[in-house]
């Protein structure tokens, strides 16, 4: 047991590509054991390979699909209660296909995180190397004019010499601050810690907390959805909502509606006395709810909101851009003419 546990959890992107085939192979008649040895033959990764070799093995062996997950050690523990629930039902495929819909969402939802996080990053690392050619390349050689002309630098020739200076004598030191910030992105994109820090830092920032609240409810409406098409109640539904959120404030609420729940509260009820959303998605889940169709609500509510926190990730990112090119500009204008008008002067002195 101690073994599984240290086995590295599959990505998004690779759980999607695992149910996305298992879903429709399913469909078509074939057995979860065939299906993993077709699914294995048809991939050229070794260690992809060796999972569905290890699945299939297990279903050799005698186990259910939920137990072959469950055993397999790299998948979320939810996916074999999902699944588990699919097969006591008798919607072992509708389990499959909505965790092929859920880890698709996912997937998009850790791309739009993940742009939003590099291209800042990136844009550092620009501003950072355009800093360094400038002061150790650009300004010693205006330097050397200067003396050579005999003309005495002035108070901003001056400072941006000093500032020459210190790159000269530290920039290994601020090269090492750089790399720093670069593995701290990488730390929160790739590891589940940095993702919940990254998560904590956003949620204390005024122009980060919404979107980190919109992206928090883009999973929870997923996550419900795939819940609920597996063929879970509500209360379990919620449950396991709440264990994908990662997201303290929400998983209050959740936790609150779950006890709504508890007490012979609606669905609908629980969710609007807790107001896990805004009064209109309230009012509309309370509608599709009597109609029979929370699904179809879920679909629409988790749709818009991961409309908008695109848009929002959007805007971010269209103010960090001409924000960067303007101090870029700047520093590159400041330097520049703390060199070219002493040296315009310096000629017309000659002329």
Excluded: W
């Excluded at 297990?58 to 939810?78: D, H, K, M, T």
């Excluded at 303007?326 to 520049?336: D, E, M, P, R």
């Amino acid at each position: 047991m101690a073994s599984t546990q240290k086995k590295k959890q599959l990505t998004s992107l690779q759980i999607f590509h695992v149910f996305s085939q298992l879903h429709v192979l399913m469909g078509a008649g074939i057995t979860p054991l065939s299906a993993f040895k077709i699914m294995k033959e048809d991939t050229d990764h070794k260690e992809t390979a060796a999972i569905l070799a290890d699945l299939g093995d297990r279903i050799a062996g005698g186990a259910q699909l939920s137990e072959a997950v469950a055993g397999s050690g790299v998948f979320p523990s939810y996916v074999s209660e999902l699944l588990y629930v699919g097969e006591e039902t008798g919607r072992i495929e509708d389990a499959c296909g909505a965790l092929e819909r859920y880890y698709e969402e996912e997937d998009a939802l850790h791309e739009s995180i993940k742009s939003a996080v590099s291209y800042p990053v990136m844009m550092i690392v620009v501003m950072f190397l355009v800093i360094v050619v400038l002061m150790n390349q650009v300004m010693p050689v205006f330097m050397q004019i200067f003396n050579q002309l005999g003309a005495t630098a002035g108070g901003v020739m001056q400072a941006m010499l000093g500032m020459s200076n210190f790159f000269s004598r530290y920039y290994i030191v601020l090269a090492v601050l750089l790399a720093a910030i670069l593995l701290f992105a990488a730390f929160c994109y790739f590891t589940e810690r940095g993702r919940k820090l990254f998560g904590e830092l956003a949620r204390k920032f005024p122009h980060t907390r919404d979107l980190a609240q919109e992206l928090a409810l883009v999973r929870f409406t997923s996550g419900l959805q795939m819940a609920q098409a597996a063929g879970l109640d509500p209360y379990r539904s919620l449950e396991i909502a709440g264990r994908i959120v990662e997201y303290p404030p929400l998983e209050e609420k959740i936790g609150l509606c779950r006890k709504y729940l508890y007490e012979g509260e609606s669905f609908s009820g629980a969710i609007a006395k807790t107001q896990i959303f805004s009064p209109f998605y309230t009012s509309m889940l309370s509608v599709f709810s009597e109609a029979g169709s929370i699904d179809r609500a879920l679909a629409f509510i988790g749709a818009h909101y991961k409309e908008d926190a695109d848009r929002r990730i959007g805007r971010i990112l269209s103010a960090i851009e001409p924000t960067m090119v303007i101090i870029i500009a700047l520093i590159v204008g400041i330097i520049l003419l703390s060199v070219i008008m002493p040296l315009i002067g310096i000629m017309s002195g000659i002329g």
